[in-house]
């Protein structure tokens, strides 16, 4: 079948290319939030809304530059903000590939808390969709077994004690209860890639080449550089 101009392949091989890191990071949280949703006996048009929401949590890290993902010590406050608008700018892309609501609105709600002091609306309970607040849990989860940067990794039932313990705060206690009835060899995936390699920003990339052309990425770029 022909790919189109911007499509989800587009986006996942630009990801894959560009953030390879997140890339990683993104299928695994497909496949833990695939098993939890797997639990509550939804049908297939749902489970699909999920692993698509969480393939593309983070597409939109596409667009905020390497050094701000790649920093292993504290953001500057602008830095903070701009890694904060990525539900937002993974959404415009989600919906330019075609991604129907159901998976646009997990993009922009991975990083809300059950307690309404995420980001970027602020929702709280079932303001969040459930598919959403299964992909913040399973996002969570995904970076407690495999850090990045200087932090150990903690082992499945290290990462579900952290996680239980927020359970009513950030995390949706419905959802966290599915997570700890979860069989522990649904959890234990194989790593996708030992060590992936960053293409530096602006670099040209011929697997990336659908994505940045339906996209302008450099005058997003040079836009974000004005107003710094
Ligand atoms: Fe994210």
């Known amino acids: 079948m022909p790919r189109t101009l911007f499509d989800l392949e587009s986006l ?22 695939i098993g939890l949703a797997t639990q509550y006996g ?24 390497v050094t701000i993902l790649m920093k292993t010590g504290r953001l500057s406050r602008r830095q903070e903000e701009e890694l904060k608008i990525h539900p937002d700018l993974g959404v415009e892309l989600a919906a330019r590939a075609g991604m129907r609501d159901e998976v646009c609105r997990i993009i922009l709600h ?30 969570a989860f995904d970076a407690l077994v495999h850090p990045r940067g200087n932090r150990r990794p903690c082992s499945v039932d290290e990462a579900r004690t952290r996680i239980a313990q927020q359970a009513g705060s950030r995390f949706c206690p419905w959802i966290v209860g599915g997570l700890l009835s979860l069989p522990s060899t649904l959890l234990q995936l ?33 836009g974000l550089e004005a107003n710094c």
């Not at 990801?15 to 833990?32: F, G, I, N």
């Not at 990083?111 to 598919?131: I, N």
């Not at 030992?194 to 040079?222: C, H, K, M």
């Open 12 to 33: 996942t091989d630009a990801l894959k290319a560009k953030r390879p890191q997140v890339a990683d990071h993104s299928l695994r949280v497909s496949q833990y939030s």
């Open 42 to 65: 939804l049908p297939q048009e749902a489970l699909e809304s999920v692993r698509l929401g969480a393939l593309l949590h983070d597409v939109g890290k596409l667009l905020v530059p």
């Open 110 to 139: 991975h990083h809300e808390r059950y307690d309404g002091l995420g980001y970027p609306d602020k929702k709280s309970g079932s303001e969040v969709h459930w598919t959403a607040r299964i992909v913040a849990v399973m996002n």
């Open 190 to 222: 194989a790593p996708q890639r030992e060590t992936p390699v960053y293409v530096p920003d602006g670099r040209p990339d011929p697997i990336a080449t659908l994505a940045t052309q339906a996209w302008d990425f450099s005058s997003y770029n040079a």
